[in-house]
Every structure is written in structure tokens, then in C-alpha cells.
């Protein structure tokens, strides 16, 4: 599917990007405080909880939680709870299912700061966790420019299908004109029900129709796939690709032309081509116009996906690569899709 955009709403403070980790006057060195035991539990797919014990010679009385998450820019804050003391015991929560739903595989990194009753503070190292379903035992390899996580899949097999879709990627970085690309990142589920636990939730009819079989997220150079394809792999890989490549605010790409370059770069396309011409048969092909957005309704979405891999398929074949780098370069200006 195309690329997700996140609203990821959390009971924290927003920061600049500047530093916020330096404690004034550098009373690092003077504190007294101890971290004892810290500790985080993955409730997948709820929420990431951070457990800190620590102990000072004077009252502890202020501790802050400091967060990241990877690829994004904006550093977070939040006031974990516990009670004022010399030891003490703190917990805070991060959300990640529901409206605050954050994607399996994106790196939280983290650290303290605490405080005690005459100023002096600790700031314990950062430390990085994976939100991943902790049932399982992940593995990670990385061929290229791809970072693929799973479990439960010989590593051979996951090799050969990253490979195979080499050329694929690169026909893609080709027409896109992309020299440098930042690494992307997959995460293979292996069943629909670990999927429909970690993909994000579109509509009951989408769910029960199985539709979406994965979610490409922009703001992580990251996707989630369901079942390891060399299709899914290309497919959700290229919409990163292009939105590598396409990274101007005012680029407006419309879901035709995005799901139509996602399907094009998918190996072994007959299946797409064969629902097209049956689309166009059966006289249910949609109009152009109103395809800037993925339709709501499961036979049209079907619909939907072939016929923008036959209109950018017909587009590249008569007019060639070159044509179509030209197109995505002038709406990455602005343009909007019929001046372009």
C-alpha cells in the first residue's frame, strides 16, 4: 500500500532538535544519584513501558524521560510517575496501539535525567530498544540498501528473495534519480493473525477482505509486510524510493501514479494485467480523475491497483523512463499532476 502518514500522539512534550540532554552547570559529575535497575516490557501491540529504580543520598525529586524515535527528528520528553524520596521507583508509558499506533521494528532510543533536592542531576547513557513482538526471536540481515527484520524463516530463503528484487530496486533508484538512498527498512510477518496485530488498522471491510498486505511509513524509511514476497518487498519498497525522491513538502504524488510506480517495479506482473483487461471487460475501470486517492470500497480497490500499474505501465512504455523521471521531478516542484 502507499506510503502512511503517522499522527503519533503521545501524553509528552514536543522539543526543538536542538540538545536537550546537557544538564546545566555540569552537576553531572557532582551527583550523588544511582541508577539501581532500568528496565522497559514490550506490550505488543499497546504500548512500550519504562521501568527506572534509583536511589541518591538526598531526596530525589524530579525525573524526566527523554526519547527518540528513529527517523524521525523531534526529541521527546515525558515525567514518568513515582513518588519524592531517596529511593524511588518510576514508570511511563508509551503508547503505541490505536490512535497512537506505532509501527514493529522502529528503534526507541532513550535516557534519564534525574534530579535531587539541592540541583544535582544524572543523566544515565542512552539506551536503545527495538519495538518488536517480544514472542518471537527476530533476526536481521541487510543486503544493499535493504534492512530486512523476521523470525522463524531460514536465513537462506530470506536472502534469495532480497536478492531477486536487487534489480528491481535498482531499475526504480534508476528512474527516480537517486545516486545516495538512506537504508530502508523491512518487517516480515508470517501469518494474518500476527499481521492484522501489527499492520494498522484501515477499515473492517479492508480487514476482512485481507486488502492490505503492507504499509510502507515514510517518516521511518520503514515498512511492514505480510508474508515474505518478492512482490510485497518491491511493491512497498519503491514507495519509499520515490518518496526519497519525491522529498519536497510540496510535492502532492497522486495514489494512481504511486501505487501504478509500486506495482510496476513488482516482479512477475501478469496478474495485475489480466485483472485490468477483466476491469476493462466487465466495464468497471474507474475514471482517472477520481483516482488521487485509493477507493474505500474492496472490489474497486482491486480495481484500483491494476489499473494504475496498466496506466504507468502504458506511460513508461511509450514514452519511456526519462519522461516519467521528468514528471516526478516537476511535481516534486509543486506542480500539480495535469501541468506536470
Same mark, same amino acid.
Given at each position: 500500500?502507499?506510503?502512511?502518514?503517522?499522527?503519533?500522539?503521545?501524553?509528552?512534550?514536543?522539543?526543538?532538535?536542538?540538545?536537550?540532554?546537557? @544538564? *546545566? &552547570?555540569?552537576?553531572?559529575?557532582?551527583?550523588?544519584?544511582?541508577?539501581? #535497575?532500568?528496565?522497559?516490557?514490550?506490550?505488543? $501491540? %499497546?504500548?512500550?513501558?519504562?521501568?527506572?529504580?534509583?536511589?541518591?543520598?538526598?531526596?530525589?525529586?524530579?525525573?524526566?524521560?527523554?526519547?527518540?524515535?528513529?527517523?524521525?527528528?523531534?526529541?521527546v520528553y515525558g515525567y514518568p510517575e513515582f513518588t519524592?524520596?531517596?529511593?524511588?521507583?518510576?514508570?511511563?508509558?508509551?503508547?503505541?496501539?490505536?490512535?497512537?499506533?506505532? @509501527? *514493529? &521494528?522502529?528503534?526507541?532510543?532513550?535516557?534519564?535525567?534525574?534530579?535531587? #533536592?539541592?540541583?544535582?542531576?544524572?543523566?544515565? $547513557? %542512552?539506551?536503545?530498544?527495538?519495538?518488536?513482538d517480544p514472542i518471537y526471536q527476530w533476526r536481521q540481515?541487510?543486503?544493499?540498501?535493504?534492512?530486512?527484520?523476521?523470525?522463524?524463516?531460514?536465513?537462506?530463503?530470506?536472502?534469495?528473495?532480497?536478492?531477486?528484487?536487487?534489480?528491481?530496486?535498482?531499475?526504480?533508484?534508476?528512474?527516480?534519480?537517486?545516486?545516495?538512498?538512506r537504508p530502508i527498512r523491512a518487517v516480515i510477518f508470517?501469518?494474518?493473525?500476527?499481521?492484522?496485530?501489527?499492520?494498522?488498522?484501515?477499515?473492517?471491510?479492508?480487514?476482512?477482505?485481507?486488502?492490505?498486505?503492507?504499509?510502507?511509513?515514510?517518516?521511518?524509511?520503514?515498512?511492514?509486510?505480510?508474508?515474505?514476497?518478492?512482490?510485497?518487498?518491491?511493491?512497498?519498497?519503491?514507495?519509499?524510493?520515490?518518496?526519497?525522491?519525491?522529498?519536497?513538502?510540496?510535492?502532492?504524488?497522486?495514489?494512481?501514479?504511486?501505487?501504478?510506480?509500486?506495482?510496476?517495479?513488482?516482479?512477475?506482473?501478469?496478474?495485475?494485467?489480466?485483472?485490468?483487461?477483466?476491469?476493462?471487460?466487465?466495464?468497471?475501470?474507474?475514471?482517472?480523475?477520481?483516482?488521487?486517492?485509493?477507493?474505500?470500497?474492496?472490489?474497486?480497490?482491486?480495481?484500483?491497483?491494476?489499473?494504475?500499474?496498466?496506466?504507468?505501465?502504458?506511460?513508461?512504455?511509450?514514452?519511456?523512463?526519462?519522461?516519467?523521471?521528468?514528471?516526478?521531478?516537476?511535481?516534486?516542484?509543486?506542480?500539480?499532476?495535469?501541468?506536470?
Open positions: 500500500m502507499g506510503v502512511a502518514i503517522l499522527s503519533l500522539v503521545v501524553a509528552v512534550v514536543v522539543t526543538g532538535t536542538g540538545d536537550v540532554s546537557r @544538564p *546545566a &552547570g555540569g552537576l553531572q559529575a557532582e551527583s550523588s544519584i544511582r541508577v539501581v #535497575s532500568d528496565r522497559h516490557e514490550i506490550d505488543y $501491540p %499497546r504500548s512500550v513501558v519504562f521501568r527506572l529504580e534509583a536511589e541518591a543520598d538526598r531526596e530525589i525529586t524530579e525525573v524526566t524521560l527523554f526519547y527518540h524515535l528513529a527517523g524521525r527528528p523531534d526529541r519524592a524520596g531517596r529511593r524511588v521507583s518510576a514508570e511511563f508509558s508509551i503508547r503505541t496501539g490505536g490512535p497512537d499506533y506505532l @509501527p *514493529a &521494528g522502529v528503534e526507541i532510543e532513550y535516557y534519564y535525567q534525574i534530579k535531587d #533536592s539541592l540541583g544535582s542531576v544524572l543523566e544515565t $547513557p %542512552r539506551s536503545t530498544v527495538a519495538y518488536l540481515m541487510r543486503e544493499g540498501d535493504l534492512i530486512v527484520t523476521w523470525h522463524d524463516i531460514p536465513a537462506e530463503r530470506v536472502r534469495a528473495v532480497v536478492i531477486n528484487v536487487e534489480a528491481s530496486l535498482q531499475a526504480a533508484k534508476e528512474m527516480f534519480g537517486l545516486d545516495e538512498v508470517n501469518s494474518r493473525t500476527e499481521s492484522a496485530r501489527g499492520l494498522p488498522f484501515v477499515s473492517q471491510a479492508a480487514s476482512q477482505g485481507h486488502l492490505y498486505g503492507g504499509f510502507a511509513f515514510s517518516a521511518f524509511d520503514q515498512f511492514l509486510l505480510a508474508g515474505l514476497s518478492e512482490k510485497g518487498i518491491a511493491h512497498e519498497a519503491t514507495h519509499l524510493l520515490l518518496e526519497q525522491a519525491t522529498a519536497s513538502p510540496l510535492a502532492k504524488i497522486p495514489a494512481w501514479l504511486n501505487e501504478g510506480l509500486g506495482t510496476y517495479f513488482e516482479p512477475r506482473t501478469a496478474q495485475r494485467a489480466g485483472a485490468a483487461a477483466q476491469a476493462a471487460r466487465d466495464r468497471r475501470l474507474l475514471r482517472l480523475r477520481s483516482m488521487g486517492a485509493v477507493p474505500g470500497r474492496p472490489d474497486e480497490v482491486r480495481v484500483f491497483y491494476a489499473q494504475s500499474w496498466s496506466i504507468v505501465t502504458h506511460m513508461i512504455d511509450t514514452y519511456g523512463a526519462d519522461r516519467m523521471a521528468d514528471l516526478l521531478a516537476t511535481l516534486d516542484t509543486g506542480s500539480g499532476i495535469d501541468e506536470a
